[in-house]
């Protein structure tokens, strides 16, 4: 826990005062990054919690076509992290084009905002890699450019203080073991795109998950 608390300073003193992070690590976390080649990125399961003012001016079809298209502006922004950290030389592991993991997906016939009905080891096999992130995330403020342009534009640019939650898990799919979860609360400002947000949330953990150095 000692070691945490430097992290959870910056971040509050950066991102307000609301923050808080939890991490697990598998004890035998290192043999499973030995034995992974590629990580596939899932898209997460979004949800925008928007003030009841803010709903009014959606259909609940809207907010979740909203969720959806963010769910892809994340898994972009942490593709996109994930190759600066290779071409580093910090990252251990391959990482699958997100093109290339949805497009699999569909072709099977599955829904890429909708797995839960299979084990980690079965979307391992279709996907071809050894460990695939999947996980939630929750705002009260879109990070997708195109949803926050067009919120911002029914609400005058005004929002309620930017919140975010994002729970992440890297999970083996030779024997579907949990070997990385990693829980991030924050409150305050996000940047502007779904880029920025996932640099602010992958910054410190970078430095204690085990597929990097």
């Excluded at 000692?2 to 950066?14: Q, T």
């Excluded at 640019?157 to 991030?184: H, I, P, Q, R």
Aim: charge should be positive.
């Amino acid at each position: 826990m000692k070691n945490l608390l430097p992290c959870i300073f910056i971040f509050s003193f950066i991102f307000g005062i609301n923050a808080q992070t939890k991490l697990y690590v598998h004890k035998d976390a290192d043999t499973y990054v030995a034995n992974t080649k590629t990580i596939a990125i899932l898209p997460l399961k979004v949800q925008v919690k928007l003030r009841p003012k803010e709903l009014k001016d959606f259909t609940p079809e809207q907010i979740i076509e909203m969720g959806k298209n963010e769910a892809l502006d994340i898994q972009k922004g942490m593709h996109s992290w994930f190759l600066t950290r290779k071409k580093r030389g910090s990252l251990l592991v391959d990482v699958q084009n997100p093109t290339r993991t949805n497009a699999i997906l569909k072709k099977n016939g599955i829904d890429i905002h909708s797995y839960d009905e299979y084990l980690p080891s079965e979307l391992g096999e279709i996907l071809g890699v050894e460990t695939i992130i999947t996980g939630s995330y929750e705002t009260n403020k879109p990070m997708s450019n195109g949803a926050a342009i067009g919120l911002a534009v029914l609400t005058g640019g005004m929002f309620a203080t930017n919140t975010a939650t994002m729970n992440m898990d890297f999970t083996s799919t030779t024997d579907d073991e949990l070997v990385v979860n990693y829980l991030k609360k924050i409150k305050g400002s996000l940047g502007s795109d779904a880029q920025d947000l996932i640099n602010v949330l992958m910054r410190k953990v970078s430095r204690r998950i085990p597929y990097t150095k």
